[in-house]
């Protein structure tokens, strides 16, 4: 797939040698014994489109699918005017996975593995809108118990924690600040770290589902989170202790990437960029779930509109979370982690046995030995699946990028008919080019470093 | 394994909303089955539609919606297919030719104030001849916190929705995307191109009719077929 | 008269190992990272895993300064010219390394949208299997990556290897006709 190169039509011209009296876009071509030699120098776009009146130069770069800074592979097609950007396009789809489709065809618990992979950076999230998806048309939401709500929120709130690292980092990375990439992945590694003591990986677990979570906390969980607690709150003092009234960074972002509510209205923007507007608009106050309604916490707003408001937000947001995970962990009781209702519960815990692999012995024991019925609910659930009644349903979380929801379609069987994933990124997106035009190039990198956009998300 | 039963029909109702039929517990046939599964054969119906009236908010959001675009110049019944309630959520199936106005009413009414559109999906139904592709449309509220779905059905041969682009921009590249994936002609939209496939390719992945595109799996001495095409439950 | 025309012998293998060490010294990686294997790259090059220590943690977004491909993520239909492009521009002596399941077999995704392994598309020196691979699974892929350039023959010992390769490879079974050795 070219982006830039003019069509070759060298094919055609040797067999018609009436081109050589129009105008040939292969400068210098002469004839030899061999045939005719062209010197290639390359296309001009004025061949393809004529440029409109008046305008004289017409520079189309292309900030091509491999970049260093485009966050991704997110293809960025500017039209300049000197160092001035006069039109910004986003080329997407380079990364388009069919997760969808996919998903189709696999049951309802195999889906939290597709799922978790779409935005990448926050698996937690697009488990947790799947999940809240399928319980919503099995009407089982009230019967997940309440320990498996706690585990959801905390995971959900250190995964916010983890994304907005990656955003801080990334985004300073694509702006200089390469001390703030090793920050924020330094920090990172220690939530990735609770992460692996609790689902066994570091990334795309696929922990959260239907019904609860995949296993319990570990005993010695909750004592290992309340250490990290204190050390990401001083973690991260570094980081704003080297962004935060930086000139060099407020001279990149303030005033760059303008966004206002009225432009976030009409494209329909929602997460951070809506909060830089002032609008305190946030899922879990205004339409809670999983238990949001019984914690403390307050909604970052900023009124600047632009970049540097977005990044002070990402900030406090940080903060927050951290707080809502030591109000999570002082919640937390003994109990069940999985519904009751052994006709959807997913039938194991995770566990290492001796021999290292993962069977957990006292489950074996107990469909060998103990319950017919637990066997056969074993076999049914992982074979066959449970089954959702038909009808569709939409469910929404507040993902760190916006909202995040899940269209499901059951048609009455063990696959989903149909699942469609509203991302934040892929609307957010279409603010580039509000943003950009009529800035440097230099902010279009800061304009789409503050939209966070994950491109496995935004293709899915 | 209790197999959803087909759910009585409320009062009043005079079709259920029968969008297929599964034949057999099974995806695949011939692979040697004793145990009768394959051979059952059940038809496939989405929640009936409700009756007014609702209950709750329901019925508030019903009389504004129906009264703004009375105000402007169509009969709720003309625009209204019929509405569905499950799980807490409400979904106006709207016939295509009012979409614009209805999509206005729902910006522009104080009381309605659906700001945010989340976006446009499709579904394809391959059964339900002449409304083969529905458009699922979200709206959200902020001022109000409430959210409502709209969906638009069109037959496969004629698959033209216009678009509201105009009314809500954010809609852009998720029309595209249904575009896209299933193939539904967005009338009026500024530049409907694929967004999500290279630019030249054929067919629209997302439909029940095109294949998964796998390829089969060898390992020594085994092959195992790609997930469209193994032997699984429905 | 350059490193390859050397005459074949003791020469050759001491010029080999110099080329070789001097060659896996400080592999430049080119950033491809396209999906969730690209965060572990990133966090392979962050301060708890360091890849600074082998010299590779300039990753050079210019392909045309950079020795080594990592393709870390899934590779779609409309990805896959712009990876070949990439590799085009490369100049040799380059080596690919297909990072994560995607990139070496396509993954959980059996589908229309991603190309089912990268060595579709180029020539593949390793494979690291993982979804993500953890950062220490990458490095040991660059390891084993290292060894193998340690060992590159040149010149004639090159043309001799690809002689010996090439009549094991005519005769060898296809990996379908290998039976009974599932595990």
């Given amino acids: ?460 | 394994m209790s197999e959803p039963s087909v759910p009585a029909v409320p009062e009043g109702v005079r079709e259920l909303d029968v969008i297929g039929v599964r034949h057999g517990a099974f995806g695949a046939s011939g692979s040697g089955d004793t145990s009768g599964f394959g051979g059952l054969v059940e038809p496939i119906v989405l929640p009936a539609p409700a009756i007014r009236p609702f209950g709750g908010w329901y019925d508030e959001i019903t009389d504004e919606i129906e009264l703004s675009i009375a105000d402007r110049g169509v009969p709720a019944t003309d625009a209204i297919e019929k509405v569905v309630i499950w799980r807490d959520e409400i979904t106006y199936h709207v016939r295509r030719e009012h979409l614009l106005n209805f999509a206005t009413a729902l910006r522009d009414e104080p009381g309605l104030r659906f700001e945010i559109c989340l976006g446009v999906s499709g579904v394809h139904y391959p059964h339900e001849t002449g409304r083969e592709f529905h458009a699922v449309y979200l709206f959200l509220s902020i001022t109000h916190n409430c959210r409502i779905r709209v969906e638009v059905s069109v037959p496969e041969d004629d698959a033209h929705i216009p678009s509201i682009v105009a009314v809500y921009p954010m809609n852009d590249w998720h029309e595209r995307e249904t575009w896209d994936m299933f193939g539904i002609i967005f009338d009026g939209h500024p530049a409907l191109t694929r967004i999500l496939m290279p630019d030249d390719w054929p067919g629209h992945p997302q439909r029940k009719d095109y294949p998964l595109g796998g390829i089969p799996v060898e390992y020594k001495g085994g092959t195992i077929p790609p997930p469209d095409q193994r032997r699984s439950y429905h | 008269m350059g490193l390859e025309e050397l005459p074949g012998g003791v020469l050759l293998t001491t010029v080999e190992k110099v080329a070789g060490y001097a060659r896996k010294g400080s592999l430049w990686p080119a950033t491809f990272g396209l999906a969730c294997c690209a965060i572990e790259m990133m966090a392979a090059g962050g301060p708890r895993f360091d890849i600074a220590r082998y010299g590779m943690e300039v990753f050079r977004a210019s392909p045309r300064q950079a020795d080594l491909m990592i393709v870390a993520g899934r590779v779609s239909q409309k990805m896959a010219p712009v990876l070949r492009q990439i590799y085009d521009q490369m100049p040799g002596p380059k080596w690919v390394i297909a990072m994560g399941v995607c990139a070496s077999s396509g993954g959980m995704f059996n589908n229309y949208a991603i190309v089912q392994g990268v060595d579709h598309v180029v020539p593949v020196d390793i494979y690291l299997p993982g979804c993500p691979p953890r950062p220490e699974m990458l490095f040991d892929a660059i390891l084993k990556l290292h060894q193998q350039i340690q060992d590159t023959k040149l010149g004639s010992h090159r043309r001799e290897e690809i002689r010996e390769l090439e009549a094991v490879a005519l005769t060898a079974p296809t990996t379908l006709e290998l039976k009974g050795l599932m595990r």
Wanted: one cysteine or more.
């Fill in chain 1, 1 to 460: 797939m070219s982006t830039e190169n003019v069509s070759y039509t060298s094919a055609e011209a040797e067999f018609d040698d009436s081109i050589d009296d129009e105008f040939d876009p292969y400068s210098g071509s002469y004839d030899t014994t061999e045939g005719r030699v062209y010197t290639v120098s390359g296309g001009d776009w004025d061949t393809i489109s004529a440029a409109p009146e008046g305008e004289k130069d017409r520079i189309v770069v292309n900030m091509g699918p491999q970049h260093p800074s485009t966050h991704g592979v997110l293809r960025l097609i500017l039209e300049i005017d000197g160092e001035t950007v006069t039109e910004a396009r986003c080329g997407i789809g380079y990364l388009h996975t069919g997760i969808e489709k996919n998903m189709e065809f696999r049951s309802f618990v195999q889906g939290v593995t597709y799922v978790t992979r779409m935005d990448y950076l926050t698996p937690m999230f697009n488990e947790t809108a799947y999940c809240l998806a399928v319980e919503k048309a099995l009407d089982v939401t009230e019967q997940v118990p309440e320990r498996a709500s706690v585990i959801r929120v905390m995971m959900m709130e250190l995964n916010r924690i983890a994304s907005h690292l990656v955003a801080l980092a990334t985004g300073g990375m694509e702006l200089g600040a390469l001390t703030a990439m090793e920050f924020g992945f330094r920090e990172r590694e220690l939530v990735l770290d609770i992460f692996e003591m609790v689902s066994g990986l570091r990334m795309n677990h696929a922990y959260i589902r239907p019904g609860g979570v995949a296993q319990d906390l570990p005993e010695d969980g909750v004592q290992k989170i309340r250490e990290t607690v204190p050390l990401l709150r001083k973690r991260l003092k570094d980081t704003v202790d080297l962004l935060v009234d930086n000139s060099i960074w407020m001279g990149r972002t303030v005033g760059v990437g303008y966004l206002d509510l009225t432009g976030c209205m009409a494209l329909g923007i929602t997460g951070p960029i809506l909060r830089a507007t002032g609008l305190p608009h946030d899922l879990r106050k205004s339409q809670p779930y999983c238990g949001y309604e019984n914690y403390e916490f307050e909604v970052c707003t900023e009124t600047t509109n632009d970049v540097y408001g977005r990044f002070l937000i990402r900030i406090r947001e940080m903060e927050q979370s951290l707080r809502i995970v030591e109000q999570c962990l002082d919640r937390i009781k003994p109990g069940p982690v999985m519904i009751e209702d052994k006709k959807i519960a997913w039938p194991a815990q995770l566990s290492i046995g001796s021999d290292g692999q993962g069977n957990s012995p006292e489950h074996i024991k107990e469909i060998m030995s103990e319950s017919m019925e637990a066997l056969i609910h074993h076999f049914k659930l992982v074979t066959e699946g449970f089954r959702v009644p038909a009808g569709q349903v939409y469910s929404a979380v507040e993902s760190p990028k916006g909202e995040l929801g899940c269209q499901l379609v059951s048609s009455g069987g063990t696959r989903p008919y149909r699942v469609h994933f509203r991302e934040p990124s892929f609307n957010n997106l279409q603010s580039v080019a509000v943003m950009s035009e009529g800035s440097m190039i230099a902010d279009v990198i800061a304009a789409v470093a503050s939209i966070d956009p994950v491109m496995g998300g935004v293709d899915r």
